[in-house]
């Protein structure tokens, strides 16, 4: 049989600071709706104990048989969310590799075609620039065919 006993909180029953010099005389009282004031900020009061001790004293509310269903889940989620980003990495790899090796010489063929389009279309234009200054000369390059007598 289980008997239960009530025990007594030692700090619960000390006056607590401020409260010595407190009185019942409310003459002195004003309530403004304003704005929050530095007065109102409460201080932390640690007591000594940091976060990690805090969110450690948690793990008692928790019955063991929810704390294994709730870790389970969480190594489930990291586990995909590994498995996610690895996948991704190793894409991210292949992909960049694959158009560093092939998309780069292809880029710049396509580049070096273009430059010799270029180069033919401005020769063509230096021909027909040439035929307009001076009609009927021939360039360098090119001999009017003559018949032999």
Partial sequence: MVRLEE???EEFNKVQIGEKDFNDDDDDFTDTDSEISDDDVI??????ESIKDRVLALRDMLP?????RIIS????????AWY????SGK????????????????ILAVVEEQQVVEAEKEQRMRDM???LITPGATSAGQQQGRPAL
């Fill in 73 to 80: 889940s969480y190594e489930t989620v990291k586990g995909y």
């Fill in 7 to 9: 025990v007594e909180d």
């Fill in 64 to 68: 063991p048989s929810t704390r294994r």
């Fill in 91 to 106: 894409t991210a790899w292949v992909v960049s590799t694959s158009a560093l090796l092939l998309g780069v010489p292809f």
């Fill in 129 to 131: 620039g040439n035929e």
């Fill in 43 to 48: 201080a932390p009061c640690n007591g000594g």
């Fill in 84 to 87: 996610g980003l690895t996948l």
